[in-house]
Structure formats: C-alpha cells, structure tokens
C-alpha cells in the first residue's frame, strides 16, 4: 500500500532534549512537508523540501531542523530551543507542480514537559 | 502574506445540508483546496477547484467559488454522523511557491 507513515504515533520528551520525528512516503514524491498544529490554529508551516538535499524554511522554522537526504524520507528534529514544542506534527508529501495535492501522514503528537 | 480565514465551529442536524465558508486574500490564488480532519488523524483531500471554475460537483459536495469577493464554500448534502470533523479551506497562494496556505478549520458537529 502506497502512503506516508509517521513514527511513533505518541512522543514523551523532556525540556531541554532533542527529539526527531520520522516521516517516510513511499508514493515516489519529490515534495515534503512539515506542519505544526495547535488547536484553534490551523495548520502552520515549519519546513518543507522541493527535492533531495534542498529544504526551505515555512513560517515557523525557528527551534526546529530537517535533512533530505533520500527521496523517500524527511525527518524533523524539535531541538531545545523551540519554546513551546507540545503539539500535534503532520507530515505530508506531493508532487511539485499545480495542483498541490498533498497526502498527509497520521501525525505525531509530542508532549515535552 | 496571505490570509485564510474560517468560522471555528458549524452544527447541524443529520439529513441537513451544511454549508462551511472560507475567505482568502490573494486573488491569484491558482487552486483552492477542501481537506477534512477526523479527530487523531492526518488530513485527506476532499476536492479542489481551479480559480477560472465557479463551481464543482463531486457526489454530496459541490464547491463554489466567488472570485471576486475572495470567498469559497463547501456544501455537503444530506450531513451524516460521519462527515462530523474539522474542514480546512487551502489556497496556493501567488508565485507558485510549492506552499499551501491553510484556514483554521471549521469544526463540524452533526446531531443525529
């Protein structure tokens, strides 16, 4: 079955460590991407990567990194400086070019405390 | 930059129809997306419409778009329980920057 899978589907972390979430696509995708939400708040951009070994930062890039380095795979690190890093991670992929159908992984939700 | 911008919340009744609105600020938007939200999970793709299209039908959705008052909706005909989710409104935004912009998201209730 072609889709995008997310790991684990439940994160528990401590202030002040570094956590990286998994995202793997198998539907041969060159785009990714990395959201962030929070209730009320729509979905919100952190990064995201046209192709492998390039990634741009979204709207909310700050205390998070990524890496591209297979087509198939775009793993995202919340490092300790992101304030405010409990929320509910979605990841999802498409093909670049109009129109943006994007698929979307389950989701990771991370709870830092 | 742009705005997408949804009412928070929408209840109705099973069997009715539910209207949810969304309005967005770039013009040259190219598509505009509809993807729902069941609780715990990742987004699906309902449908889109290509900016130059006032309407679109797909079974119980039919899509409008007011191009010039920037306003988008989706009717689902005969609500059940199931469609009960979060609906969010997208826009590609202008200079085909590969990002989708999206709404709030519109929580729907359906009483049975």
């Known amino acids: 079955d072609g889709g995008i899978t997310q790991s684990p589907k439940y994160l528990f972390r401590k202030e002040g460590q570094n956590v990286t979430l998994s995202c793997e696509q198998n539907?041969?995708?060159?785009?990714m991407y990395w959201y962030r939400q929070d209730p009320g708040q729509g979905l919100r951009l952190i990064y995201y990567s046209q192709i492998v070994n390039d990634f741009q930062k979204g709207d909310i890039a700050e205390g998070y990194s990524v890496s591209r380095e297979k087509k198939e795979s775009f793993p995202l690190t919340v490092t300790s400086a992101q304030k405010n890093p409990t929320a509910f991670y979605l990841c999802?992929?498409?093909?670049?070019?109009?129109?943006?159908?994007?698929?979307f992984g389950p989701g990771t939700r991370l709870t830092v405390t | 930059g742009e705005d997408v911008e949804q009412s928070l919340f929408l209840s109705v009744r099973e069997g009715d129809s539910s209207v949810i609105n969304c309005t967005y600020t770039?013009?040259?938007?190219?598509?505009l997306y509809w993807y729902k939200q069941e609780p715990g999970a990742g987004l699906q793709l309902l449908t889109y419409?290509?900016?130059?299209?006032d309407m679109k039908q797909d079974q119980r959705l039919t899509v409008l778009l007011n191009k010039k008052d920037k306003h988008l909706s989706l009717r689902i005909a005969d609500t059940q329980t199931g469609d009960s989710a979060i609906y969010f409104c997208?826009?590609?935004?202008?200079?085909?920057?590969?990002?989708?912009?999206f709404g709030q998201g519109t929580t729907l209730q359906v009483k049975p």
């Open positions: 999802a992929s498409s093909e670049t070019g109009n129109p943006l159908e994007q698929y």
């Open positions: 539907l041969n995708h060159d785009a």
């Open positions: 770039d013009s040259s938007s190219t598509y």
């Open positions: 997208a826009v590609d935004g202008s200079g085909n920057t590969g990002k989708l912009i």
């Open positions: 419409i290509f900016s130059n299209m």
